[in-house]
T-cell receptor, first 114, second 114 residues
Framework: AQTVTQSQPEMSVQEAETVTLSCTYDTSENNYYLFWYKQPPSRQMILVIRQEAYKQQNATENRFSVNFQKAAKSFSLKISDSQLGDTAMYFCAFSLGTASKLTFGTGTRLQVTL | EPEVTQTPSHQVTQMGQEVILRCVPISNHLYFYWYRQILGQKVEFLVSFYNNEISEKSEIFDDQFSVERPDGSNFTLKIRSTKLEDSAMYFC????????????FGPGTRLTVL
């Protein structure tokens, strides 16, 4: 079974600074998908960014980028120019196939401060 | 922009009662999912549904749970006899066909079992 580990329960960053959230996963498969979801206080799950394992290039979405290290099974999220609206719970998630379930990590609570 | 909707936003029920949680997935999506999140914990997969049948289910999804797509738009989760430990946030998600496995989540239904 696949597992996802987020070792940072809480993190804090000042507005406009950069922060990196860690995620590692375990799988014996070669093809899979990785995601970062944001859950603000409203508790809605919002997709931030995704990465397909067969792509070597790291995904980027505006201020959000990932560092995907396939051999190390690591998938960290970097948030640049942090904004107060980035305050949320961030979940790393793994999926095997194009329609498979998502397996989530335990989340990292990010607080952006003034 | 199309979105997944869920009703009700909050459901309070007595232990042993049946509840039905409703979801309207994005209209051209073909894959449907239910997840739950017990307060303060990670998001857990319950069941996936495709082509009018369950494609995968977790250990949590026992005989007390059932899913249905009664018409072309709704996707429901029924809990036959609720237990205290069923209290959680329940998220519906849907996905279009094709690569990427990007699942779009609804805002969730908070279920409180008394």
């Amino acid at each position: 079974a696949q597992t996802v580990t987020q070792s940072q329960p809480e993190m804090s960053v000042q507005e406009a600074e950069t922060v990196t959230l860690s995620c590692t996963y375990d799988t014996s498969e070669n093809n899979y998908y990785l995601f970062w979801y944001k859950q603000p206080p409203s508790r809605q799950m919002i997709l931030v960014i995704r990465q397909e394992a067969y792509k070597q290039q790291n995904a980027t979405e505006n201020r959000f980028s990932v560092n995907f290290q396939k051999a190390a099974k690591s998938f960290s999220l970097k948030i640049s120019d942090s904004q107060l609206g980035d305050t949320a719970m961030y979940f790393c998630a793994f999926s095997l196939g194009t329609a498979s379930k998502l397996t989530f990590g335990t989340g990292t609570r990010l607080q952006v401060t003034l | 922009e199309p979105e997944v909707t869920q009703t009700p936003s909050h459901q309070v029920t007595q232990m042993g009662q049946e509840v039905i949680l409703r979801c309207v997935p994005i209209s051209n999506h073909l894959y449907f999912y239910w997840y739950r999140q017990i307060l303060g914990q990670k998001v857990e997969f319950l069941v996936s549904f495709y082509n009018n049948e369950i494609s995968e289910k977790s250990e949590i999804f026992d005989d007390q749970f059932s899913v249905e797509r009664p018409d072309g738009s709704n996707f429901t989760l029924k809990i036959r006899s609720t237990k205290l430990e069923d209290s959680a946030m329940y998220f519906c998600a849907s996905k279009a066909s094709g690569r990427g496995n990007e699942q779009f989540f609804g805002p969730g239904t908070r279920l409180t079992v008394l």
